[in-house]
T-cell receptor
Framework: KNQVEQSPQSLIILEGKNCTLQ??????????LRWYKQDTGRGPVSLTI?????NTKSNGRYTATLDADTKQSSLHITASQLSDSASYIC?????????FGTGTQLKVEL | NAGVTQTPKFQVLKTGQSMTLQCAQD?????MSWYRQDPGMGLRLIHY???????DQGEVPNGYNVSRSTTEDFPLRLLSAAPSQTSVYFC??????????????FGPGTRLLVL
């Protein structure tokens, strides 16, 4: 069964600090891996999409990495801001299907 | 572009009532889909459409119907609401099948409470 597991479930950090969110997957076949940001009460918004051949991709202060051999991905947030408070969802695509993780809830505090 | 729009934003239903959740997109996307999001679970695919006149079932289709008469609109119908359908519903669209490399755009969601 295809699965996407994210850790930690929740995380609290101080504004200006960096953090890293993890995503492990067991999806086959594999097409691409996506990270979404979902603000409270809103729909998910795409941050990055990485294919098998890409091992890093950045979008501003967000940097995603992918290790297709170990089936792991991470999302690194640099110099966090209050507006980064959200749920971050890892999604793995394979066989024209998307498998969603349950998300990491990030809270950035002053 | 308005992107993906959904109405209503919030709805309360009684068990057994029916209703239609509306979804529209103005990006000329062929692929549209409906998801439900429940606490502690990832988004689950209810139904999807790869173009006008073509729909198919996703992971959790029971109790829901869809149709796609135009490229822009993809309504989701609850036939006889049950408390288990209490959830947040998201509509999404993309140029091609979501399993490819295309960015998927989500609507703002409809919060449904079934009493």
């Amino acid at each position: 069964k295809n699965q996407v597991e994210q850790s930690p479930q929740s995380l609290i950090i101080l504004e200006g600090k960096n953090c890293t969110l993890q995503c492990n997957y067991t999806v086959s076949p594999f097409s691409n891996l996506r990270w979404y940001k979902q603000d409270t009460g809103r729909g998910p918004v795409s941050l990055t999409i990485m294919t098998f051949s890409e091992n890093t991709k950045s979008n501003g202060r967000y940097t995603a990495t992918l290790d297709a051999d170990t089936k792991q991905s991470s999302l690194h947030i640099t110099a966090s801001q209050l507006s980064d408070s959200a749920s971050y969802i890892c999604v793995v695509s394979g066989g024209n299907k998307l498998t969603f993780g349950t998300g990491t809830q990030l809270k950035v505090e002053l | 572009n308005a992107g993906v729009t959904q109405t209503p934003k919030f709805q309360v239903l009684k068990t057994g009532q029916s209703m239609t959740l509306q979804c529209a997109q103005d990006m000329n996307h062929e692929y549209m889909s409906w998801y439900r999001q429940d606490p502690g679970m990832g988004l689950r695919l209810i139904h999807y459409s790869v173009g006008a006149g073509i729909t198919d079932q996703g992971e959790v289709p029971n109790g829901y119907n869809v149709s796609r008469s135009t490229t822009e609109d993809f309504p989701l119908r609850l036939l006889s609401a049950a408390p288990s359908q209490t959830s947040v519903y998201f509509c999404a669209s993309s140029y091609f099948v979501a399993g490819g490399g295309e960015t998927q755009y989500f609507g703002p969601g409809t919060r449904l409470l079934v009493l």
